[in-house]
Antibody, heavy 117, light 110 residues
Framework: QVQLQQWGAGLLKPSETLSLTCAIY????????WSWIRQPPGKGLEWIGE???????YSNPSLNSRLTISADTSKKQFSLKLNSVTAADTAVYYC???????????WGQGTLVTVSS | QSALTQPASVSGSPGQSITISCTGT?????????VSWYQQHPDKAPKLMIY???ERPSGVSNRFAGSRSGNTASLTISGLQAEDEANYYC??????????FGGGTRLTVL
């Protein structure tokens, strides 16, 4: 059974860097795309970015300048770094696996990241 | 990129059918067959219900069906059950190689 386990700091101060990692258990890393998605408290889902099957990364234009998505295939992990965070970045962050087409079939448990001074 | 447009809420009685719409543009929903739908219960991760407009993942009830007409995708749930009460989100690939979600629809089973 595929599981995505994610971790990272849950409380940040404004201007700090958000850093999250997602590890894949019970399945392979290659052949899939890997996404980050966030959800501000009480609001909807927002696509952050992804690393595709070829290793190319794509990101939400609104976050592009602050965002880095990378992968360590040997560890079956991928990571998110978001610089210069503000209160607007407070959200539950999810990692997810992209299978075929538009499917994101497995999701991490979610990590609440709060940005507060 | 602008979010896809969904109604804020829909409701139905047990056993009835409801449809949730998701309106985009010719640059997203109308451009590709990459539309998906997710169900989210409170404090839970989203669950994939439909992908590629109308494909149902293994294990998802056949009461859930997806379709598309032009720039609008739809999710129809038939035979409503209490456990269907949740938030539903659509998502689409876009011409700029990014993904966009809808604002979400709260489904209430009366």
């Amino acid at each position: 059974q595929v599981q995505l386990q994610q971790w990272g700091a849950g409380l940040l101060k404004p201007s700090e860097t958000l850093s999250l990692t997602c590890a894949i258990y019970g399945g392979s890393f290659s052949g899939y795309s890997w996404s980050w998605i966030r959800q501000p408290p009480g609001k909807g889902l927002e696509w952050i970015g992804e690393i595709n099957r070829s290793g190319s990364t794509y990101s939400n234009p609104s976050l592009n300048s602050r965002l880095t998505i990378s992968a360590d295939t040997s560890k079956k992990q991928f990571s998110l770094k978001l610089n210069s965070v503000t209160a607007a970045d407070t959200a539950v962050y999810y990692c997810a696996r992209g299978y075929k087409g538009s499917s994101r079939d497995y999701w991490g448990q979610g990590t609440l990241v709060t940005v507060s001074s | 990129q602008s979010a896809l447009t969904q109604p804020a809420s829909v409701s139905g009685s047990p056993g009835q059918s409801i449809t949730i719409s998701c309106t985009g543009t010719s640059s997203d929903i109308g451009a590709y067959d990459f539309v998906s739908w997710y169900q989210q219960h409170p404090d839970k991760a989203p669950k994939l219900m439909i992908y590629d407009v109308s494909e149902r993942p293994s294990g998802v009830s056949n009461r859930f069906a997806g379709s598309r007409s032009g720039n609008t995708a739809s999710l129809t749930i038939s035979g409503l059950q209490a456990e269907d009460e949740a938030n539903y989100y659509c998502s689409s690939y876009t011409r700029t190689s990014t993904w966009v979600f809808g604002g979400g629809t709260r489904l209430t089973v009366l």
